[in-house]
């Protein structure tokens, strides 16, 4: 893949993955573990371009009134400063790519069978049950390096928490919350680095992609589709994570 292609690329990726209100930052850790050799760089870049993307999409969802943060606080408040012991954890290269592919999978069959069920019926949670899972999910973004939120989506799409317009605008605002903590939390290790260039020059594709994807989550698309397209990226970034650092295939 030549290099000059990146923007092209991540450009495509910010327009899936806002539309189903996530920052595509599993993504962005696969294809610039094929560029970058410098792993605290990929962790680093791909947070901050999660960052651009979601935040459009959380200004969308607040706008279009999709945004209830008298239901979502939970979520926040736990994933926040999980997000930020997460990302200071250790691992290597291998172990980091293997853990997090593992967790998309299972992820993504979670949401295939919500879908399959048919079923659009809202579940009221608990306070404890809401925080428990933020912090567990906020935990798993710190130590992968993305936002969280295609952990936290079919989870609650399979545990008919809301319907997945809603939940797409938690995972948006979540993802948010959680790259902006974990990037503390990689400043406070130390292992903050990043090419600025390189960066400026994603940061703009990505930023156009996730303003076409947000608007056409917010506008355009039936919600049964936002779920299918969840569960089809999920499934992808998880498949490939594992095949290319556990068996070495590229595909």
């Not at 069959?109 to 919500?114: C, D």
């Not at 400026?200 to 930023?207: R, Y």
């Not at 056409?216 to 779920?227: A, Q, T």
Request: glycine share 12%; charged share 10%; aromatic share 12%.
């Amino acid at each position: 893949m030549p290099a000059e292609l990146l923007p092209v690329i991540f450009f495509l990726i910010a327009l899936f993955y806002s539309s189903v209100g996530f920052g595509g930052g599993s993504s962005y850790l696969a294809v610039l573990s094929l560029f970058i050799v410098d792993f605290f760089e990929i962790r680093t870049t791909a947070l901050l371009l999660n960052v651009c993307v979601v935040s459009i999409g959380t200004l969308f969802y607040i706008r279009d009134h999709v945004f209830d943060l008298k239901r979502f606080w939970p979520f926040l408040i736990s994933g926040i400063p999980m997000a930020f012991l997460g990302a200071q954890l250790p691992f290597t290269r291998q172990a980091f790519f293997l853990i997090l592919g593992s967790a998309l999978l299972l992820s993504g069959a979670s949401l295939i069978l919500k879908i399959v069920r048919l079923q659009l019926k809202s579940e009221k949670f608990s306070i404890p049950r809401k925080l428990s899972l933020g912090g567990g999910v906020g935990l798993l973004s710190g130590i992968s390096g993305i936002g969280g939120g295609i952990f936290l989506s079919p989870l609650l799409n399979m545990m008919n928490w809301a319907n997945p317009r809603t939940i797409a605008s938690l995972a948006s605002v979540y993802i948010l919350a959680n790259s902006l903590s974990g990037l503390a939390g990689i400043a406070v290790s130390g292992s903050f680095r990043i090419d600025a260039e390189l960066m400026l020059q994603l940061a703009f594709s990505v930023i156009l992609g996730g303003s076409l994807g947000s608007w056409l989550s917010s506008r355009k698309l039936d919600l049964r589709i936002i779920g299918g397209l969840t569960a089809i990226l999920v499934i992808y970034a998880g498949l490939r994570l594992i095949l290319l650092h556990g068996f070495g295939i590229r595909v």
